[in-house]
C-alpha cells in the first residue's frame, strides 16, 4: 500500500443510498484469488444501463465517489474494495458506511470519508452542475475541501488508522515493522522446542 496524504480530484456523483457489496461487485466476479481484475466488475450488473452515471463521459477521470448513506453494506467481501480500486478510485465520501466494509477500506488504500448528509449533498449538487468541480481530502488535517463551492469540513478518523494510511502501511506492513525482533525470535525458537529425541 502506497502512503495516502492527500487525495485530489474529481468526483463521480453515485447518488444512491444503501450501496451493498453485492452491487459493488456481484458474486459472479468473486472467482479470482488475486487482487487485480475486478475494476471491470465494478457495479457490471448497473453498468448494463447506459445512462448509469459511471457510462458519462463526464466523469471518466474520477476518483472519488459520491455516495449516499450505507454505502458498503451486506456481506465482509474485501473484493467490494479491490474493485473500487483497481478502478482508480481512490476515495468514497458517504454520511454512513458498513462497518466491514469500512475497515478493509483503510486497510487497502481506499479513504472512506464520512460527512454531514448536509456536505455530501452540497459536494454532489456542485459535482452534477460541474464534473470538474476540484475535490481535495487532506489525511494529514483530516478535512475535505471543495474550493469552487466555498466548503471546508473536518471527517472523522481515528490516530491509528490516519497512521497507517499516511504511512502506507497495511497488515503485512505493519508486521514488517517488527522483521527484526520476529527474525530474532524465530532463530531462537529451536533452542526451547520441545524434541523427539
Known amino acids: 500500500m502506497q502512503p495516502i ?30 487482487r487485480t481484475g ?3 466488475g465494478l457495479f457490471s450488473q448497473w453498468r448494463e444501463d447506459p445512462n448509469f452515471v459511471l457510462n458519462n463521459p463526464a466523469y471518466e477521470d474520477a476518483n472519488i465517489i459520491v455516495a449516499g448513506p ?10 467490494a474494495v479491490w474493485a473500487l480500486t483497481d478502478y482508480g478510485f481512490e476515495a468514497v465520501i458517504s454520511p454512513r458506511f458498513g462497518d466491514i ?3 478493509n477500506s483503510t486497510k487497502a488504500g481506499l479513504v472512506p470519508v464520512v460527512l454531514s448528509q448536509q456536505d455530501v ?8 452542475k460541474d464534473p470538474k468541480t476540484e475535490i481535495v481530502i487532506d489525511i494529514s488535517s483530516k478535512t475535505v475541501s471543495v ?5 471546508v469540513a473536518i471527517f472523522p478518523i481515528d490516530d491509528f488508522t490516519q497512521f497507517r494510511l499516511l504511512e ?3 497488515d503485512i506492513g505493519i508486521s514488517l515493522r517488527y522483521e527484526k525482533d520476529i527474525s530474532s525470535f524465530e532463530s531462537e525458537r529451536p533452542t526451547w522446542l520441545p524434541s523427539l529425541s
Not at 450505507?70 to 473484493?79: D, K, P, Q, V, Y
Request: hydrophobic share 35%; no cysteine.
Open 168 to 170: 502506507g502501511l497495511d
Open 70 to 79: 450505507n454505502f458498503g453494506t451486506g456481506s465482509s467481501r474485501e473484493h
Open 121 to 128: 449533498d452540497a459536494i454532489s449538487e456542485a459535482v452534477l
Open 147 to 151: 474550493p469552487s463551492i466555498g466548503l
Open 5 to 34: 496524504k492527500q487525495i485530489k480530484g474529481t468526483a463521480l456523483p453515485l447518488g444512491r443510498s444503501d450501496v451493498d457489496t453485492d452491487q459493488i461487485i456481484p458474486s459472479e466476479w468473486l472467482k479470482k484469488v488475486e
Open 38 to 40: 475486478f475494476g471491470a
Open 101 to 103: 466494509f469500512r475497515n
